[in-house]
């Protein structure tokens, strides 16, 4: 009586097998949002007009004489809804009677397009850096807003977030929220400097060497009064600056987060919107999400870039 073997009975044998799991991609955290401060009331057209005003003048008096009246500065600031953005996704009657994965795949549509659309102001809002003048050292006060890292081959320092700290007061910003985003490439660099892992010169940065600097996105040490997280959604910026050269840069950005001098503003004419409708034509349920937004650099004084380039981090 034959028994049972490989050889004789592979067809007894599930040679693949399907797992009841489907594998996510893993996302970044976004937090750039909390940084923009969101107008509220502006809930019709397409631009929202706020004046400024400067400051008064002083000038010498002399008894007997006249006194001189001087008119403040006047300005106008505009901010426009500029983004319109969608989403769609649809599944056909067929997939839906025969994909074991129906039921998952469909619950996963909507908060799938929800995070690509807010990804997406994620990124809009980290390339607000835009709203510097490329190439060009955006100085204020006598301090620059824009420059390039000072360490070697472009990488960022120390020092870097001192000359943040310093441009930001030099404009008034008050040291208050002191916040930057960084390229993860800048932690990197941070890391590995020898001035700060070297514990017997800085016993407050021992942790360094054992845990790194950060959880998440968030560094465990405050750097020159800044909170520190880390972004892979920072913009582009490869550019000469005072004749130094970023060739693969990222612009890392300095500023304060104190509420009433935020330095970006926005408006979310709608927030994302779901639409759902069955296309009998083509047999299929058809998903829709829309968002409609603007955004714009609201204070320059309140924001310093620094470039640095990632592809000289392990040179």
């Known amino acids: 009586m034959a028994g049972f073997s490989v ?41 929202f007009n706020i004046p400024s005003i400067g400051q008064a003048e002083v000038v010498d008096y002399a008894e007997g004489q006249a006194v001189q009246y001087s008119a403040m500065d006047q300005g106008n600031f505009t901010l426009t809804v500029t983004d319109y953005k969608s989403s769609a996704t649809h599944i056909t009657n067929q997939m839906k009677m025969d994909s074991f994965y129906m039921d998952r795949l469909v619950a996963g549509f909507v908060p799938k397009m929800q995070r690509a659309l807010m990804k997406t102001v994620e990124v809009d809002v980290l390339a607000l850096e835009s709203g510097q003048t490329a190439s060009d050292s955006n100085t204020i006060n006598g301090a620059k807003h824009r420059y390039v890292g000072s360490g070697t081959n472009e990488t960022i320092t120390i020092e870097d977030f001192a000359k943040a700290r310093y441009a930001l007061q030099k404009a008034n910003v008050p040291a208050v929220g002191l916040t930057a985003i960084i390229d993860p490439s800048c932690e990197y660099t941070l890391n590995t400097l020898t001035n700060l892992v070297n514990v017997s010169n800085n016993p407050r940065w021992e942790g360094v060497v054992s845990t790194g600097m950060s959880t998440g996105m968030r560094f465990l040490y405050n750097i020159e009064g800044f909170d520190v997280y880390t972004s892979q959604n920072l913009a582009t910026a490869n550019e000469t600056i005072d004749t130094v050269t970023t060739a693969a840069g990222k612009a890392n950005m300095f500023f304060s987060a104190a509420s009433d001098v935020t330095p970006f503003i926005g408006v979310m004419r709608q927030s994302p919107k779901v639409d759902f409708e069955y296309n009998k034509d083509l047999q299929r349920d058809e998903y829709v999400t829309t968002m409609r937004y603007g955004l714009k650099l609201y204070r320059p004084e309140n924001l310093v870039c620094v470039l640095t380039d990632t592809d000289q981090v392990y040179a």
């Open 7 to 47: 050889a004789s009975n592979e067809s007894l044998i599930r040679s693949n097998l399907w797992s009841n799991q489907l594998k996510e991609v893993l996302e970044d955290e976004l937090f750039a949002q909390k940084y923009v401060e969101w107008v509220t009331d502006f809930n019709d057209g397409t631009t």
